[in-house]
């Protein structure tokens, strides 16, 4: 149950969350970056992204980092929309529309060793695709597991499979390239 603002507490509550918000505008592109391959789904998912996150910044609890909580929601937002693959209406915003301008920001710059990763996760299935967002975000495994929902051991173990599996598509794909 969320308390009805007054017009001055509503305010810093806007001010609040845009400030956060453009503090860790990256997490938003990141998450966007990984699991949209086009420009427009980019920039869609990336305004889905904020609107969840807009949405539910009252149930927000403070006394646990922001970050980890935006990576929570931004995540279960974008694995969300892979498993439904199609696009919804948006709700309305009562903050600045400019306070994270997706489309503005540079896509990475092309290496073929960041390519061939991004070519694996692209191709991972979503929970172990934000499994390796947090954990190339260099997020720990106790981080890595509250955004997920499963135990600091299932991170390790699942991780060290991942890098199994990436030194060996990698390094197949490094002796078929030769």
């Known amino acids: 149950m969320t308390i ?28 966007a970056y990984t699991y949209s391959r086009t420009k427009e789904d980019r920039d869609d998912l990336g305004q889905e992204i904020c609107a969840a996150l807009w949405q539910s910044f009252a149930r927000y609890d403070r006394s646990r980092p922001f970050a980890t909580w935006m990576y929570r929601v931004g995540l279960n937002v974008a694995i969300s929309q892979v498993r439904r693959a199609r696009t919804r209406d948006r709700p309305s915003l009562s903050i600045h529309h400019d306070a994270i301008d997706i489309a503005a920001a540079p896509p990475p710059e092309p290496d073929p060793r960041l ?20 954990y190339l975000d260099e997020r720990s495994y106790a981080e890595i597991a509250d955004v997920l929902g499963i135990t600091e051991t299932n991170v390790a173990t699942k991780i060290s499979r991942l890098k199994q599996v990436i030194r060996r598509d ?5 002796e078929t390239a030769r």
């Open 170 to 174: 990698l390094s197949v794909a490094n």
């Open 4 to 31: 009805p603002l007054n017009d001055d507490a509503e305010m810093a509550a806007n001010a609040t969350f845009e400030a956060l918000l453009q503090q860790h505008a990256g997490i938003v592109l990141k998450i």
């Open 115 to 134: 390519s061939a990763l991004d070519q694996f996760i692209q191709q991972t299935d979503p929970l172990n695709r934000a499994l390796l967002l947090l």
